[in-house]
């Protein structure tokens, strides 16, 4: 069994991905999903800038373009400098021609006004103010073709809609360059989605590689979620290799000083074949497991190694392997009682906590069944010895617990009132960043980008789903008007302000034929005539808006060769299996959020996308789920706990360390200036099932009065406990750190309380002449 | 012998003329070392090296001012189209064209502002320099064209030296560039003669510093832009100043044109 897992190792997936800690909560899941399945993600952004003052945009876009060229398939499918056309003029002229298709009766309403006189020569001054400028006679086709600037409107719309990217853009040359004009944005697009860890490897290196052909007057910045997948995955791999290095170590020399005994290897054998055994079956019933869940294998092997160790120092105490008969229920209920903490994970609606919860059991019930019933076997069968004596750790003395019993139960107390005070000064932080464990190097990258891009951050989405575009289109209209009459218009950039659906285009290409009568152009153009001599214009300097007035754009006409508008759509507009999502963008702001989700509830395939949105979400999900989670864990130990000892006083007793290491572990926590998390919950609970079992093994020696070294076995069972935790001190992951804090700090009270308060409770709680018992 | 006696005075002879002639291409050769060594340069300096150096002299120019006087022809007007006005350029960001006729019109970018005046609406109107494209038209050509910066312009425009002395440079935009869709070629006279063979107007003030002017290659005399669709502007720059401190009213809108 043990051979058959070590050789599944190397086929099991493991994945990295931080999705399955969150809950199934559907708001979540949805907007994870949703972010998995457009192409958001799967974005790189170069950010190039200038190194030197002496070296010019020119040179920058040059070196934009070079790069460009120099990427391509299988790892880039598609790159952005910009805009897409060379030729930017030709792209507006052409939008121009759809102007009949998009002008609603508002827009109509706002042309009819500018059919005076004061209103024609105002603007046709305006294109005579132009020209005296050098090169303002570039725009001049522009000009001619839309003299009252009818088509402005919509031209603001394409800006307002490529801003909606997040960036704080200008386009020169038609590329995207900072305001500064000393940096220039490439906007990457990868089939590699984020959670593909060996594929993110190779894109970064490809990327890396290819920057290295860039001019020493330009850097370079990659912003891509690809380098937190990747970091985060090497900083665990680095925290699990120092983790385990470390806890073996530590095992080692207990080992060599506790026990010098070869038999006694078998005692930590038993955990690292359970925690082989536990990763394969997980494989093997939920398909991957993450690595999250085996940086909880130092962990795990504390707790497994427990049942070994107290069997192992009761076999060697006086009475041998018959001591394990006596020793049983407790090491049973122990077992069963950490279990049942794991157990309640199975009610979270975390799957990552699913998978924990099973692979924990497994390797529980495995060394339970090892320790039992294989270990007994094999110690009887050789000679050796426990070189530390079963009595070096034991009950303290009548005479003591008569001295110290109460004062050490006075300063537990006081330890318990004021840590119960700093307990009220926990903040729970349900930020989902807080579990990215990317080094300096990435976020400082972050934080240059922010600097030079704008710091608004990424905007919120609206999302409308259908299987049919032209509807779905269509519902965005509606949408798209109910939310700028409750948000700023400005914020709310939606595909519906630039192209509506066919069915309303065809109704404004209808309107537009109505309004430009015969009777009505011919009034215009005598209107514009006159406002031409006045400027020194010739009278048919503005003929090509008349020849462009009436014919517009077929309706059906796709007007794809238009590279803005397409470039648009392709953000705006996603394809997925299911049909088409159209987006909208907005602040990610509360006031926004509410507003919008509100509207968004209007329709039945719509739905919200913000971080914002999904912190609280996380946020209101966790804050009801876990003191349910950890309401549960807590009555089913004290269930058993009673089960065992069959007395309430003693079941109060033994869980007196579980209530210590709570509000010690969660107590520590604003004393260091750290925020409590879901990861630490879930270690909290770890501790209670741990601790718990220190407190039954320590009210079973004070009844038991035999000497079979029960001390001796917890305080070993905590220091090896204390290595698998204390070794995640080292982890550099925020995840493991926050998980190794609370293992620690939770079991090394609860332990020093189990040892030192329980014995003088017990005579307070038990007094003389009571304290005999039957087994 | 008697032949070898009638043969000998004629080889000294020789050997007296040829030493006579070396003499005197020695003699010429230094008193026009210089002048030698200039049109060497100019024989074997190619475009690319001309370039180069006309980059790194006009690299050292931080302030500009100068007046213009600007000819356009174009499809749309009666006519040809002349404003006179000044320019003010000081880098990276800073730029002003006041226009004293046929109206008075002034813009003025200061970093990512544009304010922008006119006697005929007497509002002055402001802008961040990205909502206002004319305006970065505007500043990108002058700042293109009196940067010097002509070397790193190869990618995308072909070059060719017109003329050495003075030096007259025409830039053709390359296919599918951006600025092959609108220019049909650039055409910039530096320093000396203009493109009709008239000198430029002398500076009234210092006609020595003039004569200065006229040979350095830091100043622009014209610039000719040639559209695809036929249209012609014509800069024509006089009274310029390089380097020198500019008034701080230059960058003010309204009270300039007043």
Redesign the interface.
Known sequence: MTVVSAISLTWIPFESDIAIMLPEDETIQRSIRFLRESNFSDKVVVSLGLTSDDASTQELIRAVDSLADRLGPPLITKKITGLPSSDVMEEIRGFLLYVPQLFGEEQLARVQQQFTKEAVDARLKGVYRQLLLPGGNFALPLSRLDPLGIGTEALRSIERLSAAQGYDVIIEQNHFVSRDRRHALLILQTPIPLTDGMGSKRLLAYLNETLKGLPESVSADLISGHAHTVSNEEVMRRDIRLTTILASAAFFLVFLLGFRDVRAGIIFLIPLISILISISLCALIVGKVSYFIVGMGGVITGISIDYGILVYITVRAEGGVNNVVKVARSVIVGALTTASAFAAFFLSSVRGYHDLALFSIISILFCLCCSLFILPFLLRSGQGECSVPSDVVSLPSKSFRRVWGRFIVGAWILLMLLGGVELGQVNFNSDVSQYDGSPGEVLQAEERFQQVWGSRGQPAMAVLQGENLEEVLDQNERLHAEAVSQVDSKEFASIASLWPSKATRRANADRWKQFWTPEKTAQFRELLVDSCRACGFKPDAFEPFFDNLVPGKDIDDDPSNLGILEHLKDRFIVKNRDGYQVISFFPDEDAYIEKLSEVVTRYSNAFVVSRKALTLALSRSVSFEMPLLACIAVISISCLTLLLLRNLRLTLLALAPVLTSIIVAFGVMPVLGLPLNVPCLIAGMVVVGLTSDYGIFMVYQCRQKEKIGISLAVTLCAITTLIGAGSLLFARHPVLFGIGLTLTTGILSGYLSALLVIPPLYDLFQPAGKDSHTQ | MKALMTLEPMRCFRALVATLLFACFCALTCESQEVATEFLRDVTENTNELLLRLEGQM?KIQTLQTDFT?E?R?????GS?I?RGCLFLDRPNRFA?H?REP?R?S?VVDG?IVRQW?E?TDKVMELP??KN??????L???KDWF?G?YH??M??YEVTILARKPTSIRFIPRN???AS??ISSVTVFLCGLASDGAQPTPAPADSTAQSLKDNDERYIHQII?E?K?G?R?E?TFTNTHLNEAIKQDAWDVRPRVQ
Do not use: H
């Open positions: 690299s600007q356009k174009l499809a749309i007007m009666e189209f404003s064209w226009v109206v019109f813009l990512d006119d005929d320099l990205s494209p004319a305006a970065q038209t505007a990108v050509q002058m940067s910066a790193s312009l990618g995308e599918n560039t951006p869709k609108v832009i559209e669709g249209d502007t800069m």
